[in-house]
DNA sequence: CCTGAATGGATAGCGGCACTCTCTACTATC
DNA sequence: GATAGTAGAGAGTGCCGCTATCCATTCAGG
């Protein structure tokens, strides 16, 4: 197919597509003269994937390359490219990190079992971690710690599931594209699930009466 | 204190703190003369909170004022204010919904005995998660529905320890901010203790030796 | 009382990002 | 041969979150 229907068939105006020849989101297509290229299903697919990230995963052009050089690469252990994925995905933020928040972080680690980590800068995960925690601190909220162990309890559950999920997938190429989107895409369903959680927990104890006092 | 204070002791320029001021993110001080005001610190702990939910909650300028707005409601129940507050920090995608997938969002209401909503696009959080599955669908992963459970699963024990930590906190003010802080902090790290649960899982199933057909 | 630094208030400018537009030279199709 | 579509590339756009500049005023130190 051109770019043309490539762009009917994935909702993505042309332009953008262009861009993200240019920005090695996309393959180039088979060239068939100076001015007609080809593209096929994988390059459909590479595109909503795209979309998928940019969208609902909220990741940067510039991560979203990354993500894609992780996934592509051919010459690495498959844990090893989950760990690239990984990080690609979780982006620091620009918060300074307290002290007493990476002691917590290591204080977690230490009560798991996970002795190794000692520089919590070293992975943007436990940097994401450690910048919550301290930005938790600095409005007064740095009891937010105590919620550490049982969120890991529930995520035990959770990532039990995203596990069989992946594990539904054979080739490695699958695998890893599973983790990207069950990672990003599960993200927001936690988030959402959460807050409807929340919300009816809240119904619940709250009520449409306002009565705090009652004893539970 | 006068606003070089306010700057030094959050760590936010000056300039900064002017443009938050005009946006209506943060009350202006107290005037004592045409160019002298006072700010006390109920501002510091404004201006904190503002940058935690940029920093880590993510949110855009636009939101965090209606945050405030909601936090700042006088004249309306507990219940209905975390509501505000939910829609407030839940900015649905552009991504458009997919019918099936706003089928399985009902599905899964209907599983649990939600049977009120009927308009998944009414509320933002309704909205997100079908937009999400909406978004795994179109990349092939509409398997991805059967997560719904098992998550709701693990967040009955995160909510609950949620509630807990937001239960601590005694006048109204302090449980929206409680929420609102633990909501979107919570959530920055709910994904990163998730995905240090991943990477522990895919290090105990994969290991560093390429042996994927062990039997577990 | 004088001087220099800081302040409130307002307007304009900047840098980054994700496109979007425009243009040229060409090609497929009717 | 007219029309529509295409590859490729550079410039332009719109938004967002600041940042710089300016002014009149005022505070703090000597």
Do not use: W
């Amino acid at each position: 197919m051109r770019v043309g229907e490539l762009a009917k068939r994935s909702g993505v105006p042309v332009p953008t597509i262009k861009y993200y020849l240019r920005e090695g989101l996309l393959p180039a297509g088979v060239l068939t003269s100076p001015n007609q290229a080809h593209y096929d299903d994988e390059h459909l697919r590479r595109l909503r994937l795209v979309r998928a990230l940019v969208d609902v995963g909220g990741l940067s052009i510039a991560s979203v390359r990354e993500v894609l050089a992780a996934i592509d690469t051919r010459d690495e252990s498959l844990h090893n490219k989950l760990g690239a994925v990984q990080e690609a995905i979780s982006q620091p933020s620009p918060v300074e990190l307290d002290p007493l928040a990476i002691k917590d972080v290591q204080d977690f680690f230490a009560r798991h079992g996970q002795t190794e980590c000692v520089d919590v800068t070293e992975s943007n995960v436990t940097h994401m971690l450690a910048a919550a925690l301290s930005s938790a601190r600095s409005v007064g909220h740095d009891s937010i710690k105590e919620l550490l162990d049982p969120y890991l309890e529930g995520l035990k559950i959770i990532a039990r599931a995203d596990l069989d999920y992946v594990a539904q997938h054979r080739s490695p190429d699958d695998v890893i594209e599973a983790m990207v989107v069950g990672t990003l895409i599960g993200d927001t369903v936690l988030k959402a699930v959460r807050r409807l959680a929340h919300a009816q927990v809240s119904a619940e104890v709250l009520g449409d009466v306002p009565a705090p006092g009652r004893a539970d």
